[in-house]
């Protein structure tokens, strides 16, 4: 029976010296998914996929594709393929003798190659370049007939090793679209590896947030960002406004918080840490969560005061710095695009409000749970 799970790692360790550069990963990926593992530099992302490519071996741990055991098995045997940020394709070979490169190799008859080729060039939207040089290509050409040259292959999975990197910011922008459409088009298993949130956000179906070697949360764009599991993540996808605090009391499941510098928020916990006074914290608001007015609202749940520091204009997406009356910290606020808020201006006084619901509170990083609460995580 052919399985659903196109690759599967089971408590995946790799070190080197007395670093843990991947530390105890496991994940499964369905077949046909586009699956992007996010992260910051250093967080190990692409040592988990040379490991999958079989360029590194694990120190422990498991790897399956369609079932099969790839431990010990050389990069050049596994049905996997692997795109590379810098392509590296041939510049003395055509197009299509680049597209057709490990056909050859194969041993593979000139017609069915030629055919392959064909095929290849129509499915990513390229099917009159064959017969020109490398060199006649534009950047987005180029990233699509890399791809080609490994999907005409055939892989089970498909490995692009942050491919988008050495785009301008443009392109990169029309490539996101073209790259999840083309994974559709070939309903191939991509795993994608990137430090752009905006990138893994955008294409994939599942991403994986990585940091220090562990995955932190793994699941669709819209809970990553709506759903945090920690605050990691919760700072590291999509743009978030921080405060740091301790616990002062709670009412059901609205936790009341107050910063050292006297401030008071509430937030609901989400995340079931038995949240109790005295418990340090962090929170987390996104700047579209924040709602802007220029009188202070009727008792809403959290509120600031404070004055335009600085417009960050970006039509639609516009935001607005704003210093804070009491700290003088600033925030990041989403500018609404309205006739009132049209004219805002550096120094204007604005009233800053969102709701208890809008916000994400976690136990503060480094801070242990009890025992108790520990075992019940575990289970």
Same mark, same amino acid.
Not at 234 to 245: I, L, T, W
């Given at each position: 029976?052919?399985?659903?799970?196109?690759?599967?790692?089971?408590?995946?360790?790799?070190?080197?010296?007395?670093?843990?550069?991947?530390?105890?990963?496991?994940?499964?990926?369905?077949?046909?998914?586009?699956?992007?593992?996010?992260?910051?530099?250093?967080?190990?992302?692409?040592?988990?996929?040379?490991?999958?490519?079989?360029?590194?071996?694990?120190?422990?741990?498991?790897?399956?594709?369609?079932?099969?055991?790839?431990?010990?098995?050389?990069?050049?045997?596994?049905?996997?393929?692997?795109?590379?940020?810098?392509?590296?394709?041939?510049?003395?070979?055509?197009?299509?003798?680049?597209?057709?490169?490990?056909?050859?190799?194969?041993?593979?008859?000139?017609?069915?190659?030629?055919?392959? /080729?064909?095929?290849?060039?129509?499915? /990513?939207?390229?099917?009159?370049?064959?017969?020109?040089?490398?060199?006649?290509? @534009?950047?987005?050409?180029?990233?699509?007939?890399?791809?080609?040259?490994?999907?005409?292959?055939?892989?089970?999975?498909?490995?692009?090793?942050?491919?988008?990197?050495?785009?301008?910011?443009?392109?990169?922008?029309?490539?996101?679209?073209? !790259?999840?459409?083309?994974?559709?088009?070939?309903?191939?298993?991509?795993?994608?590896?990137?430090?752009?949130?905006?990138?893994?956000?955008?294409? @994939?179906?599942?991403?994986?947030?990585?940091?220090?070697?562990?995955?932190?949360?793994?699941?669709?764009?819209?809970?990553?960002?709506?759903?945090?599991?920690?605050?990691?993540?919760?700072?590291? /996808?999509?743009?978030?406004?921080?405060?740091?605090?301790?616990? /002062?009391?709670?009412?059901?499941?609205?936790?009341?918080?107050?910063?050292?510098?006297?401030?008071?928020?509430?937030?609901?916990?989400?995340?079931?840490?038995?949240?109790?006074?005295?418990?340090?914290?962090?929170?987390?608001?996104?700047?579209?969560?924040?709602? !802007?007015?220029?009188?202070?609202?009727?008792?809403?749940?959290?509120?600031?005061?404070?004055?335009?520091?600085?417009?960050?204009?970006?039509?639609?997406?516009?935001?607005?710095?704003?210093?804070?009356?009491?700290?003088?910290?600033?925030?990041?606020?989403?500018?609404?695009?309205?006739?009132?808020?049209?004219?805002?201006?550096?120094?204007?006084?604005?009233?800053? @409000?969102?709701?208890?619901?809008? @916000?994400?509170?976690?136990?503060?990083?480094?801070?242990?749970?009890?025992?108790?609460?520990?075992?019940?995580?575990?289970?």
């Amino acid at each position: 029976m052919t399985s659903d799970i196109d690759l599967s790692c089971t408590d995946l360790n790799k070190n080197f010296g007395s670093y843990q550069a991947v530390d105890n990963v496991s994940f499964q990926i369905p077949r046909g998914s586009f699956f992007s593992i996010l992260g910051p530099s250093g967080c190990g992302k692409t040592t988990l996929l040379r490991m999958i490519a079989g360029f590194l071996e694990p120190e422990s741990g498991g790897i399956t594709i369609k079932g099969d055991s790839m431990l010990g098995i050389p990069p050049n045997k596994r049905p996997v393929n692997m795109v590379f940020q810098h392509l590296a394709l041939f510049p003395m070979m055509s197009v299509a003798d680049n597209i057709g490169y490990g056909l050859r190799r194969r041993k593979m008859k000139a017609s069915e190659i030629k055919k392959k /080729v064909a095929d290849a060039l129509e499915r /990513v939207g390229l099917p009159d370049v064959g017969d020109r040089a490398i060199s006649q290509l @534009s950047g987005g050409q180029k990233q699509r007939i890399a791809i080609a040259r490994c999907l005409v292959l055939e892989p089970d999975v498909l490995l692009l090793d942050e491919p988008l990197g050495a785009l301008d910011l443009k392109l990169r922008e029309h490539m996101k679209v073209e !790259l999840k459409k083309l994974q559709q088009a070939f309903g191939t298993t991509f795993i994608y590896i990137t430090h752009d949130q905006s990138e893994a956000m955008v294409m @994939s179906d599942q991403v994986a947030v990585m940091n220090n070697g562990r995955f932190e949360q793994v699941g669709t764009p819209q809970e990553l960002y709506y759903q945090p599991d920690t605050p990691f993540v919760a700072g590291f /996808v999509g743009e978030s406004n921080h405060f740091s605090g301790q616990v /002062v009391g709670r009412n059901g499941d609205v936790v009341e918080v107050k910063t050292a510098s006297g401030q008071v928020f509430h937030s609901i916990e989400r995340i079931d840490t038995n949240l109790a006074a005295g418990d340090e914290v962090e929170l987390f608001v996104r700047p579209e969560m924040i709602h !802007l007015s220029f009188e202070p609202e009727n008792k809403p749940e959290n509120a600031l005061e404070g004055e335009v520091a600085n417009i960050l204009f970006d039509g639609g997406n516009s935001r607005l710095l704003i210093r804070e009356a009491t700290t003088g910290a600033e925030l990041q606020v989403v500018q609404p695009q309205t006739t009132q808020f049209r004219d805002v201006k550096a120094g204007d006084r604005l009233y800053l @409000s969102w709701a208890a619901s809008q @916000s994400h509170i976690f136990r503060a990083r480094g801070q242990s749970q009890t025992p108790a609460l520990m075992q019940t995580v575990e289970e």
